[in-house]
């Protein structure tokens, strides 16, 4: 039976991807995408440019479009004020659980993207969905809400939810305001005068993971995740930063001086690895290598495609 399938924020690095996917599903899908604002082109099946925040533009499109499932990518990160961050990320959120329980759509399944950005920093050892969760982050607050906030309105209403926090993305397209993004534009701009001027340290240590391999881990949440609960989208290994500068070397054929652009007594290095057990008791397994990952996001830097 054909499902029909929303992702909001569908015009966003992940919302991309996530279409790309769900259409190589092929007959079995119909994609429509959801966003503030459509996309020059975009390959859902339909669109609705509408703000989440806006309950009878949802209304409308429920109406039009009552989805089976929804992939709920829409939100906001720095440099945004938490004030912004909050209103999509927690208000738009509620908001949207809120018009699927009043339009009484049969069986939906939501499946939220949050974050990393949710657990409480300076634990040792792997990141399990049953750390502390506590950011100190304005993100990572925003995100823990909003993840708090639809569990809740689902335990209320029977509306089934799944929240996916995914670790550090990577992949052709990735944002300067991510750390391996933020590397790449580095190299493209002061690469050329012999040097890179990261925000952090490189000692630093991150579960990096392709986004291809997270929008087929949310699709297998859509199918198989249980509701109600809590699942990590990572690779499970830690990869220093420094090993990604070391990529960006060989990609770009060339060799940098690393010049801080932060104060060492200020910012010390970190690590953050999660525990993917609980997705790959699934049958998920992530397929893109991190060096392959990388590559491709510097041929997209490049334009020569992903």
């Not at 996530?18 to 899908?29: H, K, P, S, T, W």
């Not at 720095?78 to 990320?89: K, L």
């Not at 007594?265 to 525990?275: Q, T």
């Amino acid at each position: 039976m054909k499902q029909t399938v929303w992702v909001t924020g569908a015009a966003g690095f992940t919302g991309r991807f996530m279409i790309e996917a769900l259409q190589a599903q092929g007959d079995d899908v119909r994609v429509v995408g959801l966003d503030v604002a459509a996309p020059p082109a975009h390959a859902a099946d339909a669109f609705f440019a509408i703000d989440l925040c806006e309950p009878g533009s949802l209304r409308r499109a429920i109406g039009q479009a009552p989805p089976d499932v929804v992939i709920h990518l829409a939100g906001l990160m720095p440099p945004r004020s938490e004030a912004e961050m909050r209103r999509v990320n927690v208000e738009g959120s509620v908001a949207l659980g809120a018009a699927l329980i009043e339009a009484g759509v049969e069986g939906v399944r939501v499946v939220s993207a949050g974050s990393a950005a949710e657990y409480r920093g300076g634990g040792a050892g792997a990141i399990s969905e049953q750390s502390p969760i506590g950011s100190d982050s304005p993100y990572g607050r925003t995100k823990s809400e909003q993840s708090e906030r639809l569990l809740q309105l689902a335990a209320e209403s029977g509306l089934s939810v799944l929240i996916a926090r995914p670790f550090n993305l990577l992949g052709p397209g990735l944002s300067a305001h991510l750390v391996a993004g933020a590397l790449c534009q580095q190299f493209m701009t002061n690469g050329q005068r012999g040097y890179i001027r990261p925000k952090g340290p490189t000692e630093s240590v991150r579960d990096f993971i392709d986004v291809r391999d997270v929008v087929s881990a949310y699709w297998d949440l859509a199918q198989k995740g249980e509701s109600g609960e809590v699942y990590n989208v990572c690779t499970g290994i830690g990869t220093p930063v420094a090993r990604i500068v070391e990529i960006l070397e060989e990609a770009f054929g060339m060799t940098v001086e690393v010049r801080p652009d932060y104060d060492p007594e200020l910012v010390r290095p970190s690590a953050s690895i999660g525990d993917n057990g609980k997705l790959v008791a699934l049958g998920w397994q992530p397929r893109i290598s991190l060096e392959e990952s990388v590559r491709s996001l510097v041929r997209a830097a490049r334009g020569e495609g992903p």
